[in-house]
């Protein structure tokens, strides 16, 4: 075999070192792992933080809705407790104005035990009557009695006219007084009322007398009351026509009268 032919000129001695491109990535070092360092939590906060928790006013959510809810609730009841009252006296004092009842003052009861829903108020009562015939009691304040001068008496308004008490029915004379015999002499402030004393008198009185009151005579001056024992007499009988009381300075015939059973 023929061996090369030696060359001439200058020969490159080959570097010992290895050659890179400059296009190649430089060499990396790979580091082993080191296992005693905890891994870490990618997914939250780091360990140990906690959330800070809302509040309102500085106080945790259901412990002021709970509380705002219960002010509520009281306060409704107090309204409604409020409201409540308001309509039930309003309601007792309907009734008692249907009832003529005056509820601020004075003293009276309605209702029964069969009606357990009936309203029971009390109130002071004086009865006082009216100075004609076909009145009724009424309630009203305390009055002090006359003692003095003239009664009411609407006469010759009343003349002629009939009356009807407890069921018996009189008949009103102006400016009369009978001559017949006085049962009783009483003290009364009214005609009206002298006529249920002649009533009441029959349906009581004539079994023990055997008298029959059939008229009475109401005399409205009140110094009667000292001169003759009263201002209303009893009589068992009546006078056709007009005859004169007892002379009293100041009595006409429109002060009395006389109210004749019929």
């Known amino acids: ?49 906690a959330g800070k928790e809302k509040t309102i006013c500085g106080v945790r959510r259901p412990t002021f809705w709970l509380a705002l809810l219960l002010a509520f609730v009281t306060i409704a009841s107090g309204v409604g407790g409020g409201l409540g009252g308001s309509l039930a ?9 249907s009832s003529n009842v ?3 003052t004075g003293t009276d009861s309605s209702g029964s035990d069969s009606n357990p829903d009936a309203v029971y108020i009390t109130r002071t009562r004086t009865i006082t009557s009216t100075l004609t015939p076909d009145s009724t009691p009424t309630a009203t304040s305390d009055i002090t009695v006359p003692t003095s001068g003239f009664l009411a008496l609407d006469c010759p308004s009343l003349d002629g006219t009939n009356m009807q008490v407890f069921g018996s029915t009189f008949k009103v004379v102006c400016g009369q007084d009978s001559a017949g015999p006085d049962i009783i002499a ?10 249920r004393a002649c009533v009441t008198y029959n349906e009581n ?7 029959t009151c059939v008229a009475a005579t109401f005399n409205s001056y009140l110094a009667y009351v000292s001169a003759h024992k009263g201002t209303c007499w009893l009589k068992t009988a009546s006078t056709k026509g007009s005859e004169s009381v007892d002379g009293l300075p100041g009595v006409d015939k429109d002060s009395y009268a006389q109210v004749v059973l019929q």
């Open 1 to 49: 075999m023929a061996s090369p032919a030696p060359h001439s000129g200058l020969e490159v001695a080959p570097d010992s070192k290895p050659y890179f491109s400059p296009q190649s990535p430089a060499p990396t070092s790979h580091v082993q792992p080191y296992y005693g360092h905890p891994p870490e939590n990618m997914g939250g906060p780091p360990g140990g933080y």
């Open 89 to 97: 006296v309003r309601s007792i004092r309907r009734k008692c104005s």
């Open 102 to 104: 005056n509820f601020d």
């Open 186 to 195: 009483i003290v009364a402030y009214s005609l009206l009322d002298c006529a």
């Open 205 to 211: 009185g004539v079994a023990e007398s055997g008298k």
